[in-house]
């Protein structure tokens, strides 16, 4: 088979494009962004990248976003305290729980929590356990539990006394 000098180019192009072609395909069927999340994965309280300006609790605190900062009405807890309580409310990651246990519904305290581009306020019940505490999520009717031991970093001592 003899081709001249622009055949064996072109050749060669499509040689390498149908490669390319190749690699993405397969790195678009390993890499997929619309899979369903894995059990590896643990879902945050309020989603990864969620902005909150707004958390009330049931009815004692309002605490309200200014700016890069926090102020808390009334003001029982400020400074770090209250940075590192709303980092918690950020970050905290528990496990999907497929059937809800049974709890007394009066012993929920409750939060409400309004999200930078979300209409909806998100409207949280939590409770505690022995062993856990467990989050009920009304907008996305979803169950969580957590370690006992995180209920003092969203809800501190501060916030209960009042």
């Known amino acids: 088979m003899k081709l001249s000098r622009t055949g064996w180019n072109n050749v ?3 040689s390498v494009m149908a490669f390319i ?3 993405n395909i397969t790195n678009n069927k390993i890499f ?15 989603g990864e990248y969620a902005t909150i300006l707004t958390l009330s609790i049931h009815p004692n605190v309002l ?3 200014i700016g890069r900062t926090w102020r808390s009405t009334p003001a029982i807890i400020q400074g770090q305290a ?6 918690s409310w950020q970050h905290s990651t528990g496990n999907i729980i497929q059937e809800p246990p049974e709890v007394d519904q009066q ?3 409750v939060v409400n929590i309004e999200l930078a581009g979300q209409e909806k306020t998100s409207v949280l019940n939590l409770y505690t356990t022995d062993t856990e505490l ?23 001592n501060e916030i209960l006394a009042a």
């Open 63 to 65: 605490i309200e976003r």
């Open 21 to 23: 072609l190749i690699i």
């Open 134 to 156: 467990l989050v009920y999520n009304h907008l996305n009717k979803q169950w969580l539990s957590f370690p006992l031991a995180i209920f003092s970093q969203l809800i501190p």
């Open 32 to 46: 997929s962004d619309d899979q369903e999340p894995t059990s590896s994965e643990q879902p945050y309280i309020l």
């Open 107 to 109: 012993m929920a305290l």
């Open 12 to 14: 060669i192009i499509f």
């Open 82 to 87: 209250l940075d590192q309580m709303m980092r």
